[in-house]
């Protein structure tokens, strides 16, 4: 059975903090890891990884793929309010997306 | 472009009464998807499409059906609707030809609940 797992479930900073989130998977015929960003409305992409050890940059994000590991990072530097929300990891398997259960992160002023 | 659409937006129902969530994309995209999400868990594939004419079930497809007779709509039938089915739906859809980075692209979702 195809799994992803994300930690931590949640997490608490302070604007200005940098944080890094984090997704495991074990999934047979792997295609794509791809993560979105949901607050309270649906998901929204931030990007799609395909290949080990290129960074995907987009402003103050960035996430990295090992697929020797099964794993992937996103961080978010320089963290503000707007970026509280819900993010999902997700390993795309033949034309089919499994999810994991999400990181909610908080970020206080 | 709308992008993807999904109605109703909202909708209460009785144990065993039946309806159809509709969703609809203008992009032209082979896939499309429906998904369920439940509080505090991540979005669960409930059947997929690759085209017109050909549907998949995904990992949480009991109690619902769907059918894609034209690459713009695909609905999703709950036949006897049960309280286990309240959730959040979300229609999603892309282009995905192989090997090229392409998103899905999610409606903005709907809320049922199922007394």
């Known amino acids: 059975e195809d799994k992803v797992v994300q930690s931590p479930l949640s997490l608490v900073v302070h604007e200005g903090d940098t944080v890094t989130l984090n997704c495991s998977y074990e999934v047979t015929n792997f295609r794509s890891l791809l993560w979105y960003k949901q607050e309270k409305k649906a998901p929204t992409f931030l990007f799609m990884l395909t290949s080990s050890g290129i960074e995907k940059k987009s402003g103050r994000l960035s996430s990295i793929l090992d697929k020797k590991e099964l794993f992937s990072i996103l961080n978010i530097t320089a963290t503000q309010t707007g970026d509280s929300a819900v993010y999902l990891c997700a390993v795309e398997v033949w034309r089919a997306l499994t999810f994991g259960s999400g990181t909610r992160l908080q970020v206080q002023p | 472009n709308a992008g993807v659409t999904q109605t109703p937006k909202f909708q209460v129902l009785k144990t065993g009464q039946s309806m159809t969530l509709q969703c609809a994309q203008d992009?032209?995209?082979?896939?499309m998807s429906w998904y369920r999400q439940d509080p505090g868990m991540g979005l669960r594939l409930i059947h997929y499409?690759?085209?017109?004419?050909?549907?998949d079930q995904g990992e949480v497809p009991n109690g619902y059906n769907v059918s894609r007779s034209t690459t713009e709509d695909f609905p999703l039938r709950l036949l006897s609707a049960a309280p286990s089915q309240t959730s959040v739906y979300f229609c999603?859809?892309?282009?995905?030809?192989?090997?090229?980075?392409?998103?899905?692209?999610f409606g903005p979702g709907t809320r049922l609940l199922v007394l």
């Open positions: 999603a859809s892309s282009s995905w030809r192989g090997g090229a980075e392409e998103t899905q692209y």
């Open positions: 992009m032209n995209h082979e896939y």
């Open positions: 499409s690759v085209g017109a004419g050909i549907t």
